[in-house]
């Protein structure tokens, strides 16, 4: 049995997050004793470091967040054989991302080394956002975040040739697959001389980016969010054996 503190200190968390976890149902209710204070058991435990296992990583697009606080909330109700089960499809959907993210880079690898685009066919906005199935809005805003550059006529209308539509392409591949806009940018900057895989641009800040997401390095936090999941998985399964057998 332990006390606040001293859970607080097996799972590496402030004593008031202890509390929060439990008043959020991220952990089953407590007993508390005669005195008041509260008195925690080896699946309170349990339910704590699943419950920082899955959330040490912030995954925040898709459902994502979702699917590990499901997770999350049928262990704190001590449905674990439930738990197990939500984590065996959140690590498939993970996975599932993480291939997406790697072919999405492939898409650009294969992109640099292909020649330049030749063709005088022009589009409107709204006829390339047909021909990608992405919104008008989409493209300003990819315009306006500076992933592309966008010609213009003399009386001020946009004008897309083959050359930005491949562009645009492969920013649909990248979004898609859930790169954020900075890391896109990034990839960008750095497309005449990249020096390194852009799989590893596209995971690697560089030190003028002041605010950084989990987007924004979205391989390695997969694959942290994979671990994590993983390691979740592996003391449910213990569990889950211990009560049984």
């Not at 994502?64 to 959140?90: H, P």
């Not at 990839?187 to 690697?204: A, R």
């Amino acid at each position: 049995m332990y006390r606040t503190n001293e859970m607080a200190q097996l799972v590496g968390v402030h004593p008031n997050t202890v509390r929060i976890y439990e008043d959020w149902g991220y952990i089953s209710p407590v007993p508390r004793k005669e005195n008041g204070y509260r008195i925690y058991s080896e699946v309170h435990l349990l339910q704590m470091k699943i419950a920082r296992l899955l959330f040490t990583c912030e995954i925040v697009q898709g459902d994502m967040r979702n699917r590990a606080r499901q997770i999350v909330y049928a262990s704190g109700k001590e449905d674990f054989q439930g738990a197990l089960q939500l984590t065996t499809q959140y690590i498939s959907h993970l996975e599932t991302e993480y291939h997406h993210a790697v072919k999405a880079a492939d898409v650009v690898e294969k992109w640099l080394r292909k020649e330049s685009v030749q063709g005088n066919q022009t589009y409107s906005r709204k006829e390339v956002a047909k021909l990608l199935s992405v919104t008008s809005e989409a493209l300003r805003n990819w315009e306006r975040n500076g992933l592309i550059s966008v010609p213009r006529l003399e009386n001020g209308f946009r004008v897309y040739g083959e050359k930005e539509v491949e562009q645009l392409r492969v920013i649909r591949s990248l979004r898609q697959a859930h790169y954020s806009l900075n890391a896109i940018l990034r990839l960008f900057s750095k497309i005449k001389h990249p020096g390194s895989p852009v799989i590893e641009i596209l995971d690697t800040p560089s030190e003028s980016e002041d605010i950084v997401s989990v987007t924004d390095q979205l391989i390695t936090s997969l694959t942290e969010a994979i671990k994590g999941a993983e390691c979740s998985k592996e003391l449910l399964v213990g569990y889950l054996e211990n009560v049984l057998f």
